[in-house]
């Protein structure tokens, strides 16, 4: 818990789970799997909402995760230690 607590002192706020923390990087690559996944399930996800919508689900779902991945693996780039607020 040393770590987490130092972290916090200077300003970090990171979500303990059990004893492991998890980072902004975890959560960077977190996101990394989902939009692949998102991205390989794109035509699955668009024949099911096609059930029941315009068949577009796929697509914004591909498109949203890939650029939440994006945007988390850019502030990670500038800078390898941000905070979680």
């Given at each position: 818990?040393?770590?987490?607590?130092?972290?916090?002192?200077?300003?970090?706020?990171?979500?303990?789970?059990?004893?492991?923390m998890f980072t902004r990087h975890d959560l960077t690559l977190l996101f990394r799997s989902l939009a692949a996944r998102m991205?390989?399930?794109?035509?699955?996800?668009?024949?099911?909402?096609?059930e029941i919508g315009d068949a577009d689900h796929g697509v914004s779902m591909s498109v949203g995760f890939a650029a939440a991945a994006?945007?988390?693996?850019?502030?990670?780039?500038?800078c390898r230690c941000w905070p979680m607020a």
């Open positions: 818990m040393g770590e987490a607590a130092a972290l916090h002192r200077r300003g970090f706020a990171p979500i303990i789970v059990g004893m492991q991205a390989v399930e794109q035509d699955y996800l668009a024949e099911l909402d096609g994006k945007a988390l693996s850019e502030g990670e780039a500038r």
